[in-house]
Nanobody, 125 residues
Framework: QVQLVESGGRLVQTGDSLRLSCAAS????????MGWFRQAPGKGRDFVAA????????YYADSVKGRFTISRDNAKNEVYLQMTNLEPDDTAVYYC??????????????????WGQGTQVTVSS
């Protein structure tokens, strides 16, 4: 059974930095692409960033490019999202996710199967 558990979300101010973590279990973590998505109040869930199983490839949404960095530690079965220069528009529930198949680099929400419960990030102006 795949389990993804996010942590690190909290209330911050505009311009602050924050790091989210996601602990994974129940899958061969080092062979799976991992993704971060977010859902703002009243909106759909949007792609934020993805990292390949080796960490050698990353991909970002235009809205976070240059501000957010996705990384992973395969020895710890964890993936991270380092967020800097946070803006009120970054306020959302952030989700960690994995696709159904290993060794595939995907970025679309519909291509992800496993989801965590989410962690709330609120950026005050």
């Amino acid at each position: 059974q795949v389990q993804l558990v996010e942590s690190g979300g909290r209330l911050v101010q505009t311009g602050d930095s924050l790091r989210l973590s996601c602990a994974a279990s129940g899958l061969s973590f080092s062979t799976y692409t991992m993704g971060w998505f977010r859902q703002a109040p009243g909106k759909g869930r949007d792609f934020v960033a993805a990292i390949s199983w080796s960490g050698g490839a990353t991909y970002y949404a235009d809205s976070v490019k240059g501000r957010f960095t996705i990384s992973r530690d395969n020895a710890k079965n964890e993936v991270y999202l380092q967020m800097t220069n946070l803006e009120p528009d970054d306020t959302a529930v952030y989700y960690c996710s994995a696709p159904p198949e290993s060794n595939t680099f995907v970025v679309g929400e519909k291509q992800y199967t496993y989801w965590g419960q989410g962690t709330q990030v609120t950026v005050s102006s």
